[in-house]
């Protein structure tokens, strides 16, 4: 056992009155499986295993006097192994593990969500995701090797993280003024997560204090800034810059990248490798709707929010349903005179009985105090909130009411939302046929409900579900009516499937990606490497969107370790040049379509971004997020072509990229 598991049991012990209390009011499963690590003493399993249905602690069910039999076990246990100084059994085996998964999670987990478990927690104080180099690399080889990152949201922070663990040099250039990436920009009324906040966030560092279960996003934005403080990133950042080109020299083996500063000017870098970080969801898209000029209030998108503008007593126009159009409306609606919505398309909608809980001060004490308290229950979130539900995706070709459903569990699904829905809107069953879809759950992105449908019953508040006609110098005018407005707000959405648009990125002979992906066709092998393109990678790329729950971070961990697991290939075998097959591409994506077509994001009576025009989903991972973490735990080399120039950069050009 670690030096820090005996730290947090004598800190534990020493404050016996925090103890109790936090013992008290915490969530029993994860206190259940502290007690079981601590002690190795599985005798509630039996006893509990009926009562847990699942990772979230509303689906337990078991009874106060056994949960306070567990409480009274693990305070004991506490004092006493502090008292002797440490645990001294040894760490639970794989099949000890495996159990405790089972009961934690309610469910038989499959074996591959084991190494799961130790990378996300970082179990036993180690970090399961930082490449090991495999023979001793000179530093000097190591600091002639240059990496440029495009951006510096999330995907950008800990790819930076880990170049700066390993030793290699790095860049990263980000055309805002701070760290954050979309987190930044969006400030818009309401903005927060639907990701429960303890599974989204780093494994390399989870956050105990997390003040609500979905925090806001000023919380993620500071969590984000921590981390690039705490990891010493910020020092390699430049800040108000945008990359404009980035073009690869097949001679050298490297990248010309040109950027441009806000302010203007120009400058050129180097590099051996450019990372792309720039995701999806960073250039907002605002629909071109007749007469939008001729608008004389204010208008702006939800990500270029215009705080300048007071909304006070003002009837305002919503363009857009979708994700953010669920936070702001509730977020703004108290203060409008007048909130007119305008839904192109209707959205399933979840109620989450913790999406509004603020985290008690119980739960924050725990999670830093009570040793594998904050692993399990980061474990029983990956699990509740992401692959648990994976099955009642796929389309049953037997089943016979494709239309509206996939399958039996997707059918009771359906059922549930509805009825929730009816409950929500009371006697408004008039809004009944506006917002009840008629395509299967999550064929469109599962939205958490922010009290929609309250605020929809409001009278101040008027939803038209279909085209918008126009617009006037003073409102909008859809289904014939005018709907007055002083302001116009668009929550519709981002050109994402433009990806790594406005950057023009060549590869080979001069490809550039655009004629290789057009406007609205990208793709890439694992979401990473594209052929034609050596020595570059993507975060955040084609088809590695989550739209069955998981967490982001979790994708881009596993995306940065098998860049890092590339690039220490390169450096080790002195390989100057890297290039995925072009049959392993082709092979993958083929991988891609089929499991697609069998998944609810191909259903045919779905239009959504997942789609591009022809109707390839070109956005979402169809795999399970286990599956993903297999495809990228070790790089297979040998779908990979690699070479090593036999000329060395002059000392004028490596000179020239140090500065």
Not at 243 to 260: G, L, P, V
Not at 278 to 294: C, S
Request: include cysteine; proline fraction near 6%.
């Amino acid at each position: 056992m670690g030096p820090n598991l005996d730290k947090q049991l004598r800190e534990a012990a020493a404050n016996p009155s925090a103890l109790r209390n936090a013992v008290a009011g915490a969530h029993i499963v994860p206190l259940l499986m502290s007690y079981v690590h601590l002690t190795g003493d599985k005798k509630y399993f039996t006893k509990v295993r009926s009562y847990i249905k699942g990772g979230w602690d509303y689906q337990q069910e078991i009874p106060a006097a056994l949960q306070q039999e567990i409480r009274v076990d693990l305070v004991a246990a506490i004092e006493r192994l502090a008292r002797q100084g440490g645990v001294v059994h040894s760490d639970p085996s794989e099949k000890e593990l495996k159990e405790m998964m089972d009961v934690a999670c309610g469910a038989d987990v499959p074996d591959m969500y084991m190494p799961i478990f130790y990378e996300e927690t970082c179990f036993g104080d180690k970090d399961y995701r930082a490449v090991k180099w495999r023979k001793e690399i000179a530093k000097k080889t190591r600091e002639n090797f240059k990496v440029v990152i495009a951006g510096a949201g999330f995907s950008g922070l800990v790819m930076g993280v880990r170049l700066k663990q390993a030793g290699i040099p790095f860049v990263i250039i980000e055309k805002n003024k701070e760290v954050g990436g979309t987190w930044y920009e969006n400030t818009y009324p309401g903005i927060g997560v639907d990701t429960p906040c303890h599974f989204y966030s780093f494994s390399l560092k989870p956050n105990p204090d997390w003040p609500a279960f979905f925090s806001k996003g000023s919380e993620i934005l500071a969590y984000l800034k921590s981390i690039a403080e705490e990891f010493g990133v910020l020092e390699h950042i430049r800040f108000e810059e945008e990359i404009k080109s980035a073009q690869y020299d097949e001679s050298s083996c490297r990248w010309m990248i040109k950027t441009e500063k806000s302010g203007g000017g120009v400058s050129a870098l180097e590099a051996n490798v450019f990372v792309s970080a720039v995701g999806i969801l960073n250039r907002p898209a605002i629909p071109r709707l007749p007469g939008l000029e001729d608008f004389k209030g204010p208008k702006f998108h939800t990500a270029q929010w215009d705080h300048s503008v007071d909304l006070k007593g003002k009837k305002v126009a919503m363009v857009g349903t979708g994700a953010t159009g669920i936070q702001v409306g509730p977020a703004i609606v108290d203060e409008v005179a007048q909130l007119s919505i305008f839904q192109r398309s209707k959205h399933w909608i979840i109620k989450h009985p913790m999406y509004h809980e603020q985290v008690p001060a119980e739960v924050t004490w725990a999670s830093k105090h009570i040793p594998y308290y904050l692993d399990w229950f980061r474990f029983q979130l990956f699990w509740a909130a992401s692959d648990g539900f994976y099955p009642t995706l796929k389309i049953d070709p037997h089943w016979s009411d494709p239309k509206h459903s996939l399958n039996a569990e997707n059918a009771q699904m359906r059922e549930e939302l509805i009825a929730y829905i009816k409950s929500e809107l009371g006697d408004r069953t008039d809004l009944l046929e506006k917002v009840v879809p008629d395509y299967p759950p999550f064929g469109k992105r599962m939205l958490r409900d922010n009290n929609w449908f309250r605020m929809l019953r409001r009278p101040n508040v008027d939803l038209f579900a279909g085209e918008i006609d126009h617009i006037e110098a003073d409102g909008i005018v859809a289904g014939g009516k005018k709907y007055p407005a002083d302001v116009i707000v668009f929550a519709s959405g981002f050109h994402a499937s433009r990806m790594l648009w406005p950057m023009d990125v060549k590869g080979k002979a001069g490809q550039t990606i655009r004629s290789l992906w057009g406007d609205d066709d990208p793709r890439a092998h694992l979401g990473i490497t594209v052929p034609g393109f050596p020595n570059f990678f993507l975060l955040y790329g084609p088809n590695t969107n989550l739209a069955h729950g998981g967490s982001a971070f979790f994708h881009s961990e596993c995306q940065v370790r098998y860049i890092c697991e590339a690039l220490r290939e390169m450096i080790e075998n002195d390989w100057d040049e890297l290039e995925v097959k072009e049959e392993v591409f082709e092979e993958y994506n083929r991988k891609v379509d089929a499991e697609h077509r069998g998944l609810v994001w191909s259903h045919p009576g779905v239009t959504s971004w997942y789609k591009n025009k022809k109707g390839r989903v070109i956005m979402n991972s169809p795999w399970r997020l286990a599956v993903y973490r297999q495809f990228t735990a070790d790089i297979n080399v040998s779908q990979y072509v690699h070479r090593t120039v036999s000329e060395e950069p002059s000392a004028e050009k490596l000179a020239e990229t140090n500065s």
